[in-house]
């Protein structure tokens, strides 16, 4: 999720976890405790992409992590802070780290939450920005803040934002399973054979779902709103994954490979190869459109070594993805 979500969930648990001890200083702490995993995306200037995105969601969004690490937070705090209880600072860094990392395994990249197994949580129930999700959950927890540490409504309006944001959650998962349902029997009805299909929110919201659709030559795209009254329409994408044939045995190609799950196709404009990760979609919703959301420049050198550089977003794109997001969410 994005920081000021994480922000948000870790100084709520903080509060609930310490607050009638300390007041804002579990706030302030527990904010602390739900940002700490994501820095993580500090290795990208240390190591190349295909190791960067490796390294992303992993050791620090693991229970490893939390259970190691949170002791010693712990007790760094305890040093400082005027409340000692080392146990007491130990328990909120655990479930500030602990939270991150469930709640990123909502979104579409996932997390390694059993790090250092190669597996990783994806249930893409929820973007990685949704208004819907953060703006109670802020609401509630701000009006909890302006309450003694030992007024009962703190605690009420605390719990109140946890319990909202979590039957959010829960209600993602339920409209993941009725679009999901949709999407297949679209398929079925337009006689499309498939050899696996996954869903996930759009961005900003859990109403426009969207569908992967793998099959053996080609990737089929579709987009389904809860207000839709027409047929779902499926756009395909060619996989062109005989353009890396020469590259198939790479190392780091196979590691590219592996991140994605397979879900990727290949382009290639002015005799330059592009990798594109199928799985984050495209910055359009316009038919053939070939803008994907990460997409990697692969980039041949002469002793036969490859490195991925992935391709700058343009702002433009964004935008417009917002005005055709708002027109789609409405009904097809």
Known sequence: MDSLTQIVLGAAVGEAVLGKKVGNRAVFYGAIAGTIPDLDVISSYFVDTVRALEIHRGFTHS????????????????????????????????????THPLLDAHTTWGTQLFWPLDIRLDFRTIFVIDPLYTLPFLTFLLIAMFHKKDDPKRRFYNRTGLIVSTSYLALAFMLKGVSFYQFKNALVTQGIEYEKIENKPSPMNTILWTANVKREDDFLIGNYSFFDKNEIQFNHYPKNHHLIDHLMENEKMQRMIHICNGWFTITEHNNTLYFNDLRFGLLSLKEGATNFVFQYEIIENKDGTINFQEVKKVVSDGKELMKELWERIKGN
């Open 63 to 98: 229970i490893f992590f939390s259970v190691v690490f949170a002791p010693i937070f712990g007790y760094l705090v305890s040093r400082i802070d005027a409340y000692k209880s080392v146990k007491g600072w130990g328990l909120l860094f655990f479930w500030g780290f602990l």
